[in-house]
């Protein structure tokens, strides 16, 4: 169907035509989509980056709850994501052969707390804060929220590595984590009021 066709009236809601998506007016209080790196990686704000997970099907245990090894995921997705907005990409800069060749992030310990539990279809905001920025090491705390209520707690600490032995981390990171950790912090949840970008657009 094309917007064009003489006789019909325009579809309020994107409609496919053949394997080509024709962009049709949104109703009213349709959410405007967010730039992509908020969809996909999340936002440094008030020194903290934060970013949002869906729990599904696969997530949870036989008991309906989130199976307690998916909150290390979650947590992991977070970091990498903040180190994705700091400038550092992983892939890239491992394969490198200049500079610190073949360098990695990895984790060298671990606290951690289960306060609550979630489930199926929830929305979690995974809240990742630099603690500690040292030459070759960094200390995170990071949390799991509900809604504002705190799910999950960890202190993660990670080196920085190339060839199995410890490097200064590049400055740059370094230097922009330093400035993260300093700037003021903010116990409110991230401020999307409507999931709709993060669940997709079913077309109609």
């Not at 892939?91 to 609550?116: E, H, I, N, T």
């Not at 630099?130 to 080196?159: H, N």
Request: some cysteine.
């Amino acid at each position: 169907m094309s917007a064009s066709t003489p006789g019909r009236k325009t579809p309020r809601f994107l409609m496919i035509d053949g394997a080509r998506g024709v962009d049709m007016p949104k109703p009213k209080g349709w959410p405007t989509p967010l730039p992509s790196h908020v969809q996909l990686d999340g936002e440094i704000r008030d020194g903290s980056h934060r970013m949002l997970v869906r729990v599904y099907y696969e997530d949870t245990d036989f008991s309906g709850i989130v199976y307690h090894a998916n909150y290390l995921r979650f947590i992991e997705r977070g970091r990498s994501n903040y180190l994705r907005l700091l400038g550092a990409d992983q892939r890239a800069l491992f394969a490198d052969g200049s500079g610190a060749p073949g360098y990695a992030f990895v984790v060298r310990g671990m606290q951690l707390d289960f306060l609550k539990s979630a489930r199926m279809d929830d929305v979690l905001e995974v809240v990742t804060t630099p603690l500690d920025v040292k030459g070759a090491s960094i200390t995170m705390g990071q949390q799991i929220r509900r809604g504002g209520i705190v799910l999950f707690d960890a202190k993660v600490k990670i080196a920085f590595v190339t060839g199995g032995r410890p490097r200064p981390i590049p400055k740059n990171i370094r230097t922009a984590m330093t400035a993260d950790s300093t700037a003021p912090s903010s116990a409110n949840s991230i401020a999307i009021p409507d999931h709709s970008h993060f669940a997709g657009e079913l077309p109609c």
